[in-house]
């Protein structure tokens, strides 16, 4: 096999190649790309005709809608290395398809209306991907939030003991963020709109002429391309391209959500390190070519990878959004080939791999509950005190000798490595002999938990299931997630 035709002896994108899903990296295809531009100068003839542009005949349409997708690639290539236009070439090619229609197809148009009015049309099937996996990510996690709502674990500040919590209620914490990043990403699907059929510049001057200047017509042919083409509004005024700011908009979201996955998977490889929760581990999966007893979290380091890519990319479309001159300048073309897909396909392969730990995550509580054996007896010396004043006793004395004993038990963990024997002192000193019978109760990890359980049902109840409702047959039909590697 030569060089050219062996795929394995040039660069691949790992985004395609070994991460993405089929359904994402479809909708970034070239047949998806010009299947789309196909599709618009067939919603363009249509509409023209239907408004009265004389020399488009049925056969003509019926061939353009026979070729929708009969692209052969070897004529658009050949053609558009001969005349350095993708667009031209593309016409030339669906034109030997559809024969009949070579003569109307792109007729008054300019080539950003084939290319713009696609890149959005295709940026809001991403975003329906995208949005659909998020949901299901969402509602696994509430289903794991509710699961181990009465869960108690330690909490952390500045990752060093703290108070107890639950952990369904630290899982409340990451749904969130993901419900904030489903309300951004929705919003700003909703908000694309089409560029619709404006012009070399945007004033409509070509489509004017075609109708011998009746202005209505030409709005009337705007508004019928936008509905044939699945908007139900243009964006009323645009240069040659739409704003480079509607990029910087459909982006930022993805950005946000990255730094919400990244949140996410660092939280759950610092729990895997202390082994309370743990991310599937597939029965022959290896974690370390050299240490065979390693279990590392790879999964979670490729979310935290994938999503700093994520994270920067809406670096490209700001840059690109600020420098665009008058009605418009060439150097976004490249740029946006690149980073905008990339962005969508790094989100698809970051939330798949977020449902697959998702539905396999793993508790450990008996882990987790010596744990919190470990901590709790120096965070329980305020009930021991408040226990000791309602025997009688003294409190700032009281405050003395668990200061003591507290010290006492911390030199013996931290200089001779020994557990914490705070209670074992506790219940020997004489002092506290009036609460002796009452350190179980007093220890007892449910009593420092708050309304965590009930924080943990309320918020399900009254802000995800709400938020997940207009999504409720993408959840009913949800797969397991699958990972190619």
Known sequence: MSAAADPNAKYQSPLTSRYASPEMAANFSNNKRFGTWRQLWYNLAVAEKQLGIPGISDTALLQMKANLTTIDYKVAEAEEKKRRHDVMAHVHTFGLAAPEAAGIIHLGATSCFVTDNADLIIFRDAMDLLIGKLVCVISDLAKFAIEHKDLPTLGFTHFQPAQLTTVGKRA?????ELLWDLRNMQRARD???FRGVKGTTGTQASFLALFS???????????????????SACYPVCG?????????DFMSPLASFGATAHRIATDIRLLANLKEIEEPFEKDQIGSSAMAYKRNPMRCERICSLS?????????????????????????????????????????I?????????????????????????ELPFMATENFIMAMVKKGGDRQECHEQIRVLSH?????????????????????CAYFAPIKDELDELLNPATFIGRAPQQVVGFVAKHVEPALEPYKHIIEAKKPAVLSV
């Not at 409340?172 to 969130?176: C, G, P, S, Y």
């Not at 600020?322 to 905008?340: G, H, K, M, Y």
């Not at 798949?352 to 919190?372: A, F, W």
């Open 172 to 176: 409340t914490l990451w749904i969130q």
């Open 191 to 193: 908000d694309l709109g």
């Open 213 to 231: 200047g009746d202005h209505d017509k030409v709005e009337q042919l705007d508004a019928l391309v936008t509905e044939l083409s699945g908007f």
């Open 240 to 248: 040659q391209t739409y704003s480079r700011k509607i990029d910087v």
């Open 308 to 348: 700093r890519h994520l994270m920067v990319l809406i670096g490209d479309v700001l840059q690109t959004a600020s420098v665009q001159w008058l009605e418009r300048t060439l150097d976004d073309s490249a740029n946006r080939r690149i980073s905008i897909p990339e962005a969508c396909l790094t989100a698809d």
């Open 350 to 374: 970051v939330l798949t791999t977020m449902q697959n730990v998702v539905e396999g995550l793993v508790v450990y509580p008996k882990v987790i509950e010596r744990r919190i054996r470990t």
């Open 408 to 428: 006492q038990a911390a030199a013996v963990v931290k200089q001779e490595g020994g557990d914490n024997d705070l209670i074992q002192r506790v219940s020997e």
